[in-house]
């Protein structure tokens, strides 16, 4: 199973409201990334957590929080998120050092 | 710092013709490098990686990518291009830097195959 489910596949939020966005993978994999991507743009890197060790991109914004309860599982939680913060928000995981990281569908979100 | 460069913003091939999808890169120690495809509103799909030996590697969907060190670089090929091979294609490097371990990417090639 090389597979890392991302759910929801779309999401419209207001920019009051708070949701979360769920990854999941049972490759054993120790590495998960949430990558933030907007259209024809390389995915950029928003955080890492690494045997469950949290590092931080110092340039998100504090209205995205990651939560790791453990290692197959990764959440990000939004909270009065802005039109920008509208793109592709990714989800990947990684053996540690030289293997290829495997990506999820993505969650398509919509900041209204 | 790592970094990575793809020259083309955009490369258009015959169907049948050879294609090659160029990345050049900047890192400091061994470079483990990697090609993704994405494909319209979906995620990236690893193709092919380079951690060391052979200079050819070969990966999924018949590409395979060269790498050179003295160059600095590592290019995609395929020998005979298929409409479906039209996407998105990213080259990127792993990087060792204040988050730990992460991947930077390219900024990307369209492909696109004409029939």
């Known amino acids: 199973d090389t597979e890392v489910t991302q759910t929801p596949k779309h999401l419209v939020m207001g920019m009051t409201n708070k949701k979360s966005l769920k990854c999941e993978q049972h490759?054993?994999?120790?590495?998960m990334y949430w990558y933030k991507q907007k259209a024809k743009k390389p995915p950029e890197l928003m955080f890492v957590y690494s045997y469950e060790k949290l590092s931080i991109n110092e340039s998100v914004p504090s209205r995205f929080s990651p939560e790791c309860p453990n290692s197959s599982l990764l959440n990000l939680h939004l909270h009065a998120l802005q039109p920008e913060d509208s793109a592709l928000y990714l989800c990947a995981s990684s053996q540690e050092l030289v293997s290829e990281a495997f990506f999820g569908q993505g969650t398509r979100l919509t900041v209204v | 710092a790592q970094s990575v460069a793809q020259p083309e913003d955009q490369v258009n091939v015959a169907e049948g013709n050879p294609l090659t999808v160029k990345c050049t890169y900047s890192?400091?120690?061994?470079?483990?490098l990697f090609w993704y495809v994405q494909y319209p509103n979906r995620g990236l799909q690893f193709l092919l990686k380079y951690i060391t030996g052979d200079n050819l590697v070969k990966g999924s969907y018949g590409f395979e990518a060269e790498f050179n060190k003295s160059q600095t670089s590592f290019h995609l090929k395929k020998p005979s291009a298929l409409v479906s091979d039209s996407a998105l294609y990213f080259c990127?490097?792993?990087?060792?830097?204040?988050?730990?371990?992460?991947?930077?990417f390219g900024p990307g090639t369209r492909l696109s195959v004409l029939p």
């Open positions: 490759m054993g994999h120790r590495a």
């Open positions: 990127a490097v792993r990087a060792f830097d204040n988050y730990g371990q992460n991947f930077v």
């Open positions: 890192v400091s120690g061994n470079p483990y």
